[in-house]
């Protein structure tokens, strides 16, 4: 199995964040990958028909993911995920963001017409590049005009990305200008979570983000890098966002090299 992270073209990278490849040629088993919160709405690509709850199919879009869920795939596969900055859902698709929380669809649930064509063109695509040019292409295709409240989002998540310890009412008071509840109803209607729970999953991510990377020598090493008040403290965030403890998550990465 193999992993990369092509740079987002020019022409999408307004709206996505990154993106990642994963490709494996030898599946003898059902394999599952784990979807854990990471504050970005996600379009899922898999060449084999992947599995999430009680769906089946080959595009997936995904809102703010809060709960952890998991993905399927029992055969030889291709995946590719484009990883949308949180404001991108309401622009390019229409959709209200709270729709889509905790709740993935199959895309052609959302534009049949487009998401067939794109599927056809994206199983029939003979190298991986191919299929992100296709991707590109739908996306550049949905682009529709940035609205003020958009550049207002884009503006807050990326200052709650720089500082998840930050109040949200100090930002939309001192940087925005907005009173606590305009900036509440703007961030949830283009984000689909309220500023809050944004950035308790993004200092949630951050610190996921340390522990797969193995750098560090205790667990309160990540807690107090990443601003919880102690080890307890950033333990109950791990098991409200994954279910399992620090600790098993290592133990399923296996030993440290």
């Known amino acids: 199995m193999t992993g990369w992270s092509p740079t987002p073209s020019e022409r999408v990278s307004e709206y996505v964040q990154r993106i990642l490849v994963i490709e494996h040629a030898s599946v003898t088993a059902p394999f599952t990958l784990p979807l854990y919160a990471n504050g970005t709405p996600t379009l899922l690509f898999q060449t084999c028909k992947g599995k999430i709850g009680g769906q089946s199919n080959h595009l997936t879009l995904f809102g703010q993911t809060v709960f952890p869920e998991a993905l399927t795939l029992s055969d030889n596969f291709t995946l590719i995920a484009y990883f949308f900055h949180p404001y991108a859902l309401y622009s390019l698709f229409g959709l209200s963001p709270q729709e889509l929380t905790d709740n993935p669809v199959d895309l052609q649930l959302i534009t049949a017409v487009k998401a067939k064509a794109l599927q056809e063109q994206l199983l029939n695509a003979s190298t991986t590049v191919a299929m992100i040019d296709l991707i590109d292409d739908f996306v550049q295709g949905l682009t529709v005009r940035i609205k003020t409240d958009i550049a207002l989002v884009r503006f807050a998540t990326a200052a709650i990305a720089r500082d998840p310890l930050r109040g949200v009412e100090d930002m939309a008071a001192q940087d925005l200008h907005l ?25 949630f991510d951050a610190a996921f983000r340390q522990l797969q990377s193995r750098r560090f020598d205790k667990l309160s090493d990540i807690a107090f890098a990443h601003g919880y008040a102690d080890q307890s403290h950033f333990i109950r965030a791990f098991k409200e966002f994954t279910t399992i403890t620090p600790k098993d998550y290592e133990k399923l990465m296996g030993p440290r090299r």
Do not use: C, D
């Open 179 to 203: 009173t606590k509840r305009t900036f509440m109803r703007l961030f949830e209607k283009q984000v689909g979570i309220l500023p809050n729970q944004y950035r308790r999953i993004v200092q």
